[in-house]
């Protein structure tokens, strides 16, 4: 498993906190090429979540969205003959955020929550932890409903993983934030990590 791997903001838009989190869980997964072929029993372990969750509604889900491809092959193991899938993932060189396998190890958060921490996290400007939108126009950007929301950001509040920055307008970095918030967790990519990766990428596409 990778040490980190990059998530496409598009997806923040997409999935549902559970499935995002999820998503993430099989990027960690994915080789180099951002292809793999883990399994559902792989993916279940990984993440924490039941097998008939990853079978019957994430992998059912991730199909319809259409946003990776998916392709179905035969395994001989053993005597055995297995079907498997493999994912081919999206590797955007532009519009991603930077996740660290520590979400794993993080048992302060449930998996939506953690997926509601990657979907805001994908609303960050600037290579910063901050969103200066409004908290409808948040839920909008995430597809959720206001309520729904909201409970989230309750949660996510007083477990002090993200804060109001109408609460800290003493803080330079958040002069230019009418309202909206700031994240503050550990397994979101660090400044010094994203500028290290974004320059690789591009370092890679130059040579191409």
Known sequence: MKSYTIIPNEAG????PRDLYTLTCLYLTAKDDYTTNSTREQLAK??????AYIKDKFLTRLRKS???EI???IEFSNSLIRKRNKYILSKPITNFKIISKEILEDTNLTPSEKGIMIGLYSLTVNNSFNIGFSKSEIAKRLKLSSKTYLKYEKALIEKGYIKLLSEDITNDRHEDF???????CSWLGTK???????ESTHNNINRQ
């Open 71 to 73: 392709e179905e092959y």
């Open 66 to 68: 259409n946003f990776c």
């Open 46 to 51: 990984i993440t924490g979540l039941s097998f």
């Open 178 to 184: 009418d309202g909206g918030i700031v994240l503050n």
């Open 192 to 198: 010094e990590l994203n500028t290290k990766v974004y």
């Open 13 to 16: 838009g997409i999935f549902t």
